[in-house]
């Protein structure tokens, strides 16, 4: 079964970037059709940020972040990024990916801290 790994977070002042990257073991990226990343802020429920077709790339964004965040793939790499730029304090959150909808175990996440 594939496992994935979230990897760039950070501590960032409102306004800064981030890339965020998925990297995935034991399977490949390209048998998962629609591939997704995913937040949880403390307190809150997970919720879905944005996600990328397998074929041809389809992008597709939550409201709060369409403009801000960029998905893409690369499946002969088996890896996935999040830029995310114009961080806001409400950004702040455990970043996961997995596909989507989310069928595989989740990873360990990784934290974005955005300071105003």
């Known amino acids: 079964q594939v496992q994935l790994v979230e990897s760039g977070g950070g501590l960032v002042q409102a306004g800064g970037s981030l890339r965020l990257s998925c990297a995935a073991s034991g399977g490949t990226f390209s048998s998962y059709r629609s591939m997704g990343w995913f937040r949880q802020a403390s307190g809150k429920e997970r919720e879905f940020v944005a996600a990328?077709?397998?074929?041809?790339?389809?992008?597709y964004y939550a409201d709060s972040v369409r403009g801000r965040f960029t998905i893409s793939r690369d499946n002969a790499k088996n890896m996935m990024w999040l830029q995310i730029n114009s961080l806001k304090p409400e950004d702040t959150a455990v970043y996961y990916c997995?596909?989507?909808?989310?069928?595989?175990?989740w990873g360990q996440g990784t934290q974005v801290t955005v300071s105003s």
């Open positions: 997995n596909t989507n909808p989310p069928r595989t175990p």
């Open positions: 990328i077709s397998g074929s041809l790339g389809t992008t």
